[in-house]
């Protein structure tokens, strides 16, 4: 399964580079960043590094907001420092998909980072080849262009009418439905010959929230993380084990006092732990996901 979208090609100033602080929640005990300690890169190295100057800022003084729909993100080697910044490496690319009729029917902004860090020491004397650079992570993250405040019929944005962007972005992206991101890797071993609700129902309140005036999107995973983590625990399996690979798609967002369950399947994958399923309401289990999720652990 080739998890990680491939890197486009694009013009100069949609790339740089920029450096991310990290916080101790972000370093497991043997040194390697979680997963949910990467995609704040994104904001580092894309949105204030690079569209901050570019005129693409100016779509929102138009009323045309990104709206994520989907993350990829892969965990690297180990053990850094806490008190080191990453380096990222990152580009974004304008594109657009088109639907069954040939039509545009989404502008995306899609969003890459690679990381490195240099070897460092957690906790005793410092690491064997301490200093040198090493790869520990890299993010994508995939936008649809939207006037989100306008009336439903006038949302859909085609054509970006501002100024030094070109209306159409000539490169054609694929859509990924959030249900594709059920289908398993080929060669896995299920668990769950079906899916399984997780024991412990989700209630959100406002420390679930951000700005965004909506649940935080890395509260879907994390939530998701502990109940593949109990899954495995049921197996009678490890669970001294780390997320390695995420892809999580958004349908629609959660709200403080939504009440809400994982339903998941515990896979194996080689010697890796992996789960797959959906974050629903608690009280429609069987209605339309809030977000698709897979997630592969490694020890």
Known sequence: MNWFPDLPE???????????????????????????????????????????????????HRGII????????????????????????????????VGGDGAVDRLMINMWVDLTAPRGRVNGPPPPGAGEMIFVGRVFAEHVLTRLFAPPAERKVVRLDVP???????????????????????????????PVADVAPMVFGLNHTDSN????????????????????A??????????????????????????????????????QLGAVGSIVSDDQQDARPYCTVQMLFGK
């Open 234 to 271: 049921a197996h009678g399996r490890a669970t001294t084990v780390l997320a390695r690979r995420l892809e999580i798609a958004y349908r629609k967002p959660c709200f403080a006092g939504d009440r809400v369950r994982v339903i998941l399947r515990a896979f194996t994958d080689g010697e």
């Open 66 to 97: 990104p709206i994520l729909h989907r993350f990829v993100i892969e965990g690297g080697e180990g053990p850094v420092s806490v008190r080191v910044p990453l380096t990222g490496d990152g580009r974004f690319q304008l594109a657009h998909t």
């Open 10 to 60: 694009v013009p100069k100033e949609q790339r740089g580079g920029g450096q991310a602080a990290l916080r101790y929640e972000d370093v497991s005990q043997d040194g390697r960043l979680m997963l949910l300690g990467l995609p704040h890169t994104i904001g580092d190295v894309i949105w204030r590094g690079l569209i901050a100057h570019h005129p693409l800022v100016a779509a929102s």
């Open 164 to 194: 030094g962007v070109t209306p159409l972005p000539p490169d054609r992206w694929t859509w990924r439905a959030p249900e594709e991101v059920l289908a398993l890797p080929p060669g896995t071993l299920l668990l769950d010959e079906n």
């Open 213 to 232: 005036q909506h649940v935080n999107s890395l509260i879907h995973p994390r939530l998701f993380q502990d109940a593949a983590l109990r899954r495995f």
